[in-house]
C-alpha cells in the first residue's frame, strides 16, 4: 500500500466505525482494560480493520494495535524483534473521545528494522491529516509543514500528559501546562507552534512512533533524559518531544528529576 491508500484506509474506517459513534456510544459500548483505562467498541473494531488489511498487503510484517497488548502479553516482544512490523492506534485519545472531545484520532506507523519511516496521523473531527515518511518531510492535509526552532532568548513553551507536573517548573523555565491528551493531538499542535516541547511519562510505540517521525522531518528532535534519540522498539520511560535540539538539551538537564517528581 502507497502511503496515500494508508490514509485512505483510516479514513475509511474512521467514517464507518468512529465518528457514528463520536458522542453516541451506547450502554455498554465502553469498558476498563484497567481501573481509569478505557477501551470503546470503536477502538476494537477499529483496530480489527486496520490489522486485517495491513497484514493482507503486508503478509510477513507484525502489525501491533494497542488494543492487541491488552490480552497478548507477547506483542511488544515480537513487536520489537520484528524486521518489519506497523503501529495502530484505532482511536488515540480515548478518554476524550468518550467524553465528546473532538480531540481524538487515528494513528499509524510502518518501522523497519526498528527505524520508523512512515507516519500518519488523522483526525477524524478536525478533519485533518498528517503524513511524513523518513527523508521526505512531513505535511499537513498536502501541504510541507517546517518547525521554526524556538528563538535565541524566547523561553520555550512546555506541555506534558503527566498531571502531577502541571504548573511545575524545569529550571528557569515557564512552568509546564496540561497537553491534549491525546499524542494524535499534541504532536501536530508541537509542529503548529502552539508549544516547543513535550514531556510523556509512558512510552508505548503505537503512540509515539508517528509524531516522533513527524517532530524529525520536521527539523525537531525526540529522546530521553539521558540524551539518547527516541526509538520505537527501545522502550525507555520518559520521553522528550522539542521543536529543535536546543530546546532538547534545554530540558533534558532537568528532565530527570521532572519525571521523578511524576510518582
Not at 141 to 155: A, K, L, N, S
Not at 183 to 202: K, M, S
Request: glycine fraction near 10%; proline fraction near 6%.
Amino acid at each position: 500500500m502507497d502511503t496515500q491508500q494508508v490514509l485512505d484506509l483510516m479514513k475509511q474506517v474512521a467514517a464507518e466505525v468512529i465518528t457514528p459513534r463520536f458522542r453516541s456510544l451506547a450502554d455498554g459500548e465502553v469498558m476498563e482494560k484497567n481501573p481509569g483505562d478505557l477501551v470503546t467498541i470503536a477502538d476494537q473494531e477499529s483496530e480489527a480493520i486496520l490489522t486485517r488489511e495491513l497484514s493482507a498487503a503486508y503478509p510477513d510484517a507484525f502489525v501491533l494495535g494497542e488494543e492487541l497488548t491488552s490480552t497478548d502479553p507477547t506483542a511488544i516482544d515480537r513487536f520489537v524483534a520484528a524486521e518489519h512490523a506497523f503501529t495502530v492506534d484505532p482511536v488515540d485519545g480515548t478518554k476524550n473521545f468518550v467524553h465528546g472531545s473532538p480531540d481524538h484520532a487515528v494513528m499509524v506507523s510502518e518501522v523497519v528494522r526498528g527505524e520508523t519511516v512512515r507516519g500518519w496521523i488523522w483526525q477524524p473531527e478536525h478533519q485533518v491529516a498528517w503524513v511524513a515518511e523518513k527523508g521526505a518531510g512531513v505535511y499537513r492535509d498536502g501541504v510541507r509543514v517546517t518547525r521554526e526552532p524556538v528563538g535565541d532568548g524566547v523561553p520555550p513553551k512546555g506541555v506534558t500528559s503527566i498531571w502531577p507536573l502541571r504548573g511545575h517548573s524545569l529550571g528557569s523555565l515557564p512552568a509546564l501546562v496540561g497537553s491534549w491528551v491525546c499524542c494524535g493531538v499534541d504532536y501536530p499542535r508541537l509542529l503548529e507552534g502552539a508549544c516547543d516541547y513535550i514531556l510523556y511519562a509512558r512510552n508505548s510505540p503505537w503512540d509515539h512512533s508517528p509524531g516522533t517521525l513527524m517532530v524529525r522531518e520536521a527539523g525537531g528532535h525526540a529522546g530521553h533524559a539521558d540524551g539518547t534519540a527516541y526509538s520505537p522498539v527501545v522502550l525507555t520511560p520518559g520521553i522528550i518531544v522539542a521543536a529543535d535540539r536546543g530546546t532538547f538539551e534545554a530540558v533534558r538537564r532537568h528532565a530527570s528529576d521532572a519525571f521523578a517528581r511524576r510518582g
